[in-house]
């Protein structure tokens, strides 16, 4: 193998306790997927000899796959920075610690101030304290290895803006709570809803997808926010527009590929369409269709169409229909929502 991928997204597991009305890999209402221990050290592989520098681990749950932890180690202990991200169900002392030796970064996700949003819109009840739970067994292992001079990972909360969770004064109340709980965090981070799989559809653009007017008059939010905690954690608003589909813009040479459960490999991160599996063929193969897709006429032309987050909404409507898999065809179909997809 020669072609070198900087960044790998690898989605160990489509099983999920929670059922998020935005999920953008409709986890936990679809086979899972989940590679057997050896298996799965044979993508372990293939990200060890593309020399990655990132690896990035999500699902689904990756914390309820037996086997995330030691590939995890394997990938941090070659020098790659690791993180895992994680809704924390699965999350208790022992796996807290060991993840103290085998990640560089742990990002938990919560989704609201308060376990009335936070569970509404994760679809189950008890998620939030499950979330804050893990965050108390995480950040126990940050103190502890502090105490002993050991180095630990950096410890997180991912917050996902939808319009339910997306009012100042909640997320004032929700930064002053983790603080004051979790005093070494290192960051709080907002972002916004990307519009990929549930995330795009209508239903819940209509209802929870926020606006580029608005995500843009969070990041004020987010800074006055932390000028007010300017000795805690790092508190961010990620600005949506970076991540915009832009006029002009290629995605064709941009190192970053994301691989599914079972090996198959995106042409592109949070589009449906697969260009081979990493288990069949080598990534000089793959990272060549993967290019090609990118570029491809279709493709570019409707990201040329992007100006909106509805806009892009569509965009991933058009293209995941267009180019899933038959199996993500018959899946999207019985969300029950449907797009006329151009000749």
């Keep these: 193998m020669t072609v070198k991928i900087s960044k790998f997204i690898w989605d160990i597991t489509y099983s999920c306790p929670l059922r998020?009305?935005?999920?953008?890999?409709?986890?936990?209402?679809?086979?899972?997927?989940?590679?057997?221990?050896?298996?799965?050290?044979?993508?372990v592989d293939v990200m060890l000899a593309a020399q990655a520098k990132n690896v990035m681990f999500s699902g689904g749950e990756p914390m309820s796959v037996r086997w995330a932890v030691e590939a995890m180690k394997r990938l941090h202990d070659a020098g790659i920075?690791?993180?895992?991200?994680?809704?924390?169900?699965?999350?208790?002392?022992?796996?807290?610690?060991?993840?103290?030796?085998?990640?560089?970064?742990?990002?938990?996700?919560?989704d609201g101030a308060?376990?009335?949003?936070?569970?509404?819109?994760?679809?189950?009840?008890?998620?939030?304290?499950?979330?804050?739970?893990?965050?108390?067994a995480l950040h126990r292992?940050?103190?502890?290895?502090?105490?002993?001079?050991?180095?630990?990972?950096?410890?997180?909360?991912?917050?996902?803006?939808?319009?339910?969770?997306?009012k100042e004064a909640d997320l004032e109340r929700f930064v002053e709570a983790a603080i004051e709980r979790f005093p070494r965090?290192?960051?709080?981070?907002?972002?916004?809803?990307?519009?990929?799989?549930?995330?795009?559809?209508?239903?819940?653009?209509?209802?929870?997808?926020?606006?580029?007017?608005?995500?843009?008059?969070?990041?004020?939010?987010?800074?006055?926010?932390?000028?007010?905690?300017?000795?805690?954690?790092?508190?961010?608003?990620?600005?949506v527009r970076y991540f915009l589909p832009r006029p002009g813009a290629s995605l064709v040479d941009l190192d970053i590929l994301q691989i599914e459960p079972d090996g198959a490999l995106r042409a592109f991160p949070?589009?449906?369409?697969?260009?081979?599996?990493?288990?069949?063929?080598?990534?000089?193969?793959?990272?060549?269709?993967?290019?090609?897709?990118?570029?491809?006429?279709?493709?570019?032309?409707?990201m040329e169409t992007v100006r909106t987050m509805s806009d892009w909404a569509n965009?991933?409507?058009i293209l995941d229909r267009r180019y899933g898999s038959p199996d993500d065809q018959e899946r999207i179909a019985r969300r029950g929502l449907g797009v006329q997809v151009p000749a």
């Design 141 to 166: 292992v940050k103190d502890e290895r502090r105490a002993a001079g050991q180095t630990c990972f950096t410890l997180g909360i991912d917050y996902t803006l939808t319009r339910p969770g997306a």
């Design 185 to 239: 965090l290192d960051f709080i981070r907002f972002g916004a809803v990307v519009p990929s799989g549930l995330g795009a559809e209508r239903e819940f653009e209509t209802t929870g997808l926020l606006t580029i007017e608005e995500l843009v008059d969070l990041i004020d939010v987010g800074r006055r926010i932390a000028a007010r905690h300017e000795n805690g954690p790092k508190i961010t608003v990620t600005d």
């Design 20 to 43: 998020c009305g935005h999920c953008y890999s409709e986890s936990g209402r679809r086979s899972a997927r989940t590679l057997d221990r050896a298996t799965a050290m044979r993508v």
């Design 114 to 136: 308060d376990a009335d949003i936070h569970d509404a819109v994760r679809g189950r009840a008890g998620a939030f304290e499950r979330g804050m739970r893990a965050l108390d």
């Design 81 to 110: 920075e690791v993180t895992v991200f994680t809704t924390g169900w699965s999350i208790q002392d022992r796996m807290a610690a060991a993840l103290a030796d085998a990640v560089s970064g742990v990002a938990v996700s919560i």
């Design 315 to 317: 965009t991933s409507r």
């Design 270 to 302: 949070i589009y449906e369409a697969k260009v081979g599996n990493v288990l069949h063929e080598p990534l000089d193969v793959l990272w060549p269709r993967a290019q090609a897709w990118r570029s491809d006429p279709f493709v570019a032309e409707q």
